[in-house]
């Protein structure tokens, strides 16, 4: 059971920038910082832009500042917006061959599981996530080898 | 985000099971009646056998039934012993490069939302999904092409 890389980046770029907001940051500087693909970041910076997460400002001196206040981001939110399908299994999508659809009690159980999943994410924000650990192997640690 | 689809025909195999408690029933004919991969369903069942929820008999007239009575079979616990990995994120595995791991309040929202989703399924068991729905549907339903 997993939710997509392109989430987990999402919701690290989000904490970084959280960390960082008296200032423009770069797509290099969290792929750095992170050790990731500064190409696989792009879309993912790109998705929270179109999300209205995050601001990207153009042109020389520009970059990347969060969007709201950590406060007003919602982490549940931000999973169901990134994550490219919340299709638990077959049948929650269009066009499942599966006998038992539509009135399975396997899909009512996963329903509400999955449910019970967002609903502990949707009690959070940004601003639990950005705490003084975060602050502080985020701006101090040494850069990674990217 | 999403279960496998391994997971996914190892909780039909059981329900499947659980409608056909009377009889041994075959892998071919569950893979007919939900017209999946017979090869595909066989390492389910293989897997549903190792883990105690499925007995299967060999030779002429064998066939599979459940190990356990459905009330025994907890949905939560066929969840996690059928997931090849219940790593939501790449920090819950081992060979974490997160600057953030392991103090992160991420990936301690994520556990606590992991735990969430599980705890709904630990309150199920096989018994809750079988019903007269299932019964009827997997019995006297017109064989889907496979």
Chains 1, 2 share one sequence.
Not at 58 to 87: D, F, N, T, W, Y
């Amino acid at each position: 059971m997993y939710i997509t890389q392109h989430t987990d980046y999402a919701l690290r770029a989000l904490i970084y920038l959280g960390t960082s907001r008296d200032r423009l940051v770069t797509i290099q500087e969290i792929a750095e910082r992170f050790g990731v693909s500064r190409n696989h970041l792009m879309k993912v910076v790109n998705a929270l832009i179109r999300a209205g997460f995050v601001e990207g400002l153009r042109g020389k001196g520009g970059g990347l500042r969060l969007a709201r206040s950590p406060g007003e981001i919602v982490v549940g939110a931000v999973v169901r917006q990134m994550e490219p399908s919340m299709h638990l299994v077959e049948c929650f999508g269009s066009g499942c061959q599966c006998l038992l659809d539509p009135d399975c009690k396997l899909k009512v159980a996963l329903t509400r599981a999955l449910a019970a999943f967002l609903e502990v994410l949707d009690e959070m924000t940004l601003a639990d996530l950005v705490g003084q650990h975060e602050r502080r192997v985020l701006k101090f640690f040494p850069l990674v080898a990217t």
